[in-house]
């Protein structure tokens, strides 16, 4: 028998919603029939057809998923585990911004940001909520982005599995009661209606997914992808946009953590560089795992969780991430015994890109709130160069942070793509280029006067190859060596240290470093061949110098001089 809105809102009443700190804000009536009545004024939801359920509690959420969603399933440590369909990682291809007045003259177009004409957003809009009347119940899910009071964007998720509205309620900032009873109208909604294809032959489409952001409408829509972590993205690339362009707060694609004495670290850096191994340090605090924001008062994190990729993951090599796989996380596309529900994190069966979502609050040493004390005191770019010709760690000037921030440079390695067979250069600007909205410059321009007004040292910290090139019989800084660098660094013992210039690339080496043998600090002690060394340098330095290219329109002459110089 259907129910009349009113019925549905008081069957709600009772589903809850966990803060982090253990208080469970209910759901009234009163705010679930606003719930209806805004999503009917706003997108035409049929709260009559449609039965809304607003800020479930994870228990709810587990209950619908396993009963609703094919392949859902609970793990012997008491986490969720779901499919996110045909595609199991990001479709960069198909992110569109929608080209319109208010927000068009600050974009950077281009592949990053493709072009959206308003009347396929509305095409797009409209086919998302036309699938989303289809269904007999449907998740809204109010959270934050930002833990700034000041600036935190009040975000609203209205999705059509219960997998999305658990991995966006672990992802987003959970309000207290008192915040969800006086939320008002959302800042930003994503309409997330993956399940249901874009129409390829719509102008301008050449899919049949669509992740769509509109920022004069504040909305985002999506469609032809259930993977969950195109909303975390999506959310990052609108924060991206909001906060350097309104309120000029520095954006950045990072992890960071802080001393006892309140010093902040922030570490940049690409898949396989080590920016989540090492910011997760058992004598800091974690601030957050992979997007900040910097202010006037110091940073702060975005998300209220952490997405940790599980492939390889064990209880010896990541024991904090490996012990927050529990009731409330969310598992995706991971292969488990169906008999004991063990996991099996060496299985790409399914993909390699396995991950958990769960509250940061899953973390022991998590800072809550996730703000830090101060302004930060090290800025560390990390690369894995597998040529073997960066040295382990260097002392940046102001211009070379903007040069290396920029280029975001990397190696990928053999096997993690088809066809990749040896290691091969990658460069992503600010260490998170898909993700940008705004030029590269302006974003390097905004860290560098951050460094200079707090005085903070920054660093290129080479967690690849020393000796030789990976190819040619090198081997990978140890871990504990690159550990001995950060402790060196936090300490400010490094500071203090006696440097030399590294040539081609310019970069001022320590002689010494408390735990780190001398000789491989600079590879022209730690490389048995010196003409060896200086052909893998000019090789990797001409790569550099064409990557730039792109750049050098819009960057300064002592942002260019900062990069390698072929002589």
């Known amino acids: 028998m259907k129910m009349s809105p009113a019925e549905q809102a008081k069957s709600s009443v009772n589903r809850t919603s966990l803060h982090?700190?253990?208080?469970?804000?209910?759901?009234?009536?009163?705010?679930?029939?606003?719930?209806?009545?805004?999503?009917?004024?706003?997108?035409?939801?049929?709260?009559?057809?449609?039965?809304?359920?607003?800020?479930?509690?994870?228990?709810?959420?587990?209950?619908?998923?396993?009963?609703?969603?094919?392949?859902?399933?609970?793990?012997?440590?008491?986490?969720?585990?779901?499919?996110?369909?045909?595609?199991?990682?990001?479709?960069?291809?198909?992110?569109?911004?929608?080209?319109?007045?208010?927000?068009?003259?600050?974009?950077?177009?281009?592949?990053?940001?493709?072009?959206?004409?308003?009347?396929?957003?509305?095409?797009?809009?409209?086919?998302?909520?036309?699938?989303?009347?289809?269904?007999?119940?449907?998740?809204?899910?109010?959270?934050?982005?930002?833990?700034?009071?000041?600036?935190?964007?009040?975000?609203r998720v209205v999705c059509a599995r219960a997998y999305h509205c658990l991995f966006m309620r672990n992802m987003l900032i959970r309000p207290t009661p008192e915040e969800l009873e006086h939320w008002g109208k959302p800042d930003f909604t994503i309409y997330n209606a993956g399940a249901f294809p874009a129409n390829r032959f719509t102008t301008g489409m050449t899919s049949t997914t669509s992740v769509a952001i509109n920022f004069k409408e504040h909305e985002m829509v999506i469609l032809g992808t259930e993977y969950a972590g195109e909303m975390k993205k999506g959310i990052f690339s609108v924060v991206l946009y909001l906060f350097p362009v309104k309120h000029n707060i520095l954006t950045l694609h990072?992890?960071?953590?802080?001393?006892?004495?309140?010093?902040?670290?922030?570490?940049?850096?690409?898949?396989?560089?080590?920016?989540?191994?090492?910011?997760?340090?058992?004598?800091?605090?974690?601030?957050?795992?992979?997007?900040?924001?910097?202010?006037?008062?110091?940073?702060?994190?975005?998300?209220?969780?952490?997405?940790?990729?599980?492939?390889?993951?064990?209880?010896?090599?990541?024991?904090?991430?490996?012990?927050?796989?529990?009731?409330?996380?969310?598992?995706?596309?991971?292969?488990?015994?169906?008999?004991?529900?063990?996991?099996?994190?060496?299985?790409?069966?399914?993909?390699?890109?396995?991950?958990?979502?769960?509250?940061?609050?899953?973390?022991?040493?998590?800072?809550?709130?996730?703000?830090?004390?101060?302004?930060?005191?090290?800025?560390i770019l990390l690369t894995c160069d597998a040529s073997g010709v960066l040295p382990p760690v260097s002392k940046l000037n102001n211009e070379q942070v903007m040069y290396h921030f920029i280029s975001g440079y990397t190696s990928k390695m053999a096997g993690t793509e088809d066809g990749v067979t040896e290691p091969e250069a990658t460069f992503s600007a600010c260490f998170g280029q898909p993700f940008l909205v705004l030029h590269p410059i302006r974003y390097a321009n905004m860290l560098a006067k951050k460094i200079t007004a707090h005085k903070a040292n920054a660093w290129l910290v080479n967690t690849g190859w020393i000796g030789h090139s990976q190819v040619l019989g090198g081997q990978r800084c140890p871990l504990k060596y690159t550990r001995a660098i950060l402790n060196a660094i936090h300490s400010g013992s490094l500071a203090e240290v006696e440097y030399e210039t590294f040539k081609i690339f310019n970069l001022s080496v320590p002689k010494t470093c408390v735990g780190v043998p001398e000789e491989i600090l600079n590879p022209y002690r730690s490389w048995s061949s010196e003409t060896e060394l200086n052909n893998e340098a000019r090789k990797l330095a001409t790569l550099f110098t064409k990557n730039f290219v792109k750049y050098k329109d819009q960057a300064s002459a002592e942002i260019l001089a900062a990069g390698p110089q072929l002589y």
């Open 20 to 155: 982090p700190h253990g208080i469970t804000p209910a759901v009234t009536e009163h705010e679930h029939t606003e719930i209806e009545e805004e999503l009917y004024e706003t997108a035409h939801i049929n709260y009559d057809i449609v039965h809304i359920q607003y800020n479930p509690s994870v228990a709810q959420l587990y209950e619908d998923a396993l009963v609703y969603e094919k392949g859902s399933a609970i793990t012997n440590t008491g986490a969720l585990n779901t499919s996110s369909g045909a595609k199991t990682g990001r479709s960069p291809k198909d992110k569109r911004i929608v080209d319109e007045e208010t927000s068009s003259k600050d974009i950077w177009w281009g592949v990053v940001n493709q072009k959206m004409s308003p009347n396929v957003w509305l095409i797009n809009r409209e086919r998302a909520i036309d699938y989303l009347n289809t269904r007999s119940r449907i998740y809204v899910f109010d959270g934050y982005a930002g833990w700034d009071p000041r600036y935190h964007i009040k975000v």
């Open 254 to 379: 990072s992890s960071a953590n802080e001393g006892v004495d309140g010093d902040v670290t922030l570490f940049f850096g690409l898949s396989g560089t080590g920016k989540t191994t090492l910011s997760a340090d058992p004598h800091r605090a974690l601030i957050g795992d992979d997007e900040h924001c910097w202010s006037d008062t110091g940073v702060f994190n975005v998300e209220g969780g952490c997405y940790a990729k599980c492939i390889g993951l064990s209880a010896e090599k990541e024991p904090d991430i490996f012990n927050a796989i529990r009731f409330g996380s969310v598992l995706e596309n991971v292969v488990f015994n169906p008999v004991d529900r063990v996991v099996d994190y060496e299985d790409k069966t399914l993909t390699e890109n396995t991950r958990c979502a769960y509250p940061i609050e899953f973390i022991p040493n998590a800072k809550i709130p996730c703000i830090s004390s101060g302004h930060p005191r090290n800025i």
